[in-house]
């Protein structure tokens, strides 16, 4: 994995981290946030079998890799995105995908009626603007309730913003 990849790890995936690097930083969400996990110490991965179609509950596993990823115009938010697959990966369960700025330094989103939607800056900075200003930098995250507008506004031309929607419905920009 590079800066950038996704990865989702259906409900009842057998799965292990087999080794990592001192600067990994991973941004890990979980729902529902509560969940058994059991340690098997006799397993053994990599087990050498690929099955990319393999559906686990409704869901497959995904490696997103961005490097491979298009940028593509966000509508007409003035953004471009660069989507993750997790729509597809989950049935429309979730949602995943990287805003950053094209043509103007402000997104504004319309209210969705969605469970949530999770903001996290990967880069650069910007202010959110939802009951107030709330200027934001690398690694700040936020949660916006549904029916809610927001807005980002202010964006650095490098900002880069991890947007995650449950259900994986996206508005019309």
């Known amino acids: ?49 690929l099955a990319p179609e393999r559906d686990f509950g409704g869901q497959r596993f995904l490696h997103h890799i961005a490097a491979e990823a298009p940028w593509v115009t966000h509508g007409e938010s003035g953004f471009e995105r660069r989507d993750t697959g997790m729509a597809a990966a989950t ?7 990287v805003l950053r ?15 949530l939607l999770f903001g996290f800056v990967l880069e650069g900075a910007g202010v959110l603007q939802h009951q107030g200003d709330h200027p934001l930098g690398p690694a700040d995250a936020f949660v916006i309730p549904p029916d809610a507008d927001w807005a980002f506004a202010a964006a650095d031309e490098d900002v880069s913003l991890l947007i995650a929607t449950l259900p994986g419905v996206r508005p019309p920009p």
């Open 1 to 49: 994995m590079a800066a950038g990849d996704c990865v989702l790890q259906p409900p009842q995936i057998r799965h292990r981290v087999l080794e990592s690097s001192a600067a990994f930083e991973v941004v890990e969400l979980g729902c529902p946030a509560l969940h058994e996990t059991l340690a098997d110490h006799e397993m053994s991965l990599p087990n050498g079998r």
């Open 91 to 97: 049935s429309g369960l979730a949602d995943a995908f």
């Open 101 to 115: 700025p094209a043509k103007t330094h402000r997104l504004a989103w319309p209210a969705q009626g969605g469970e």
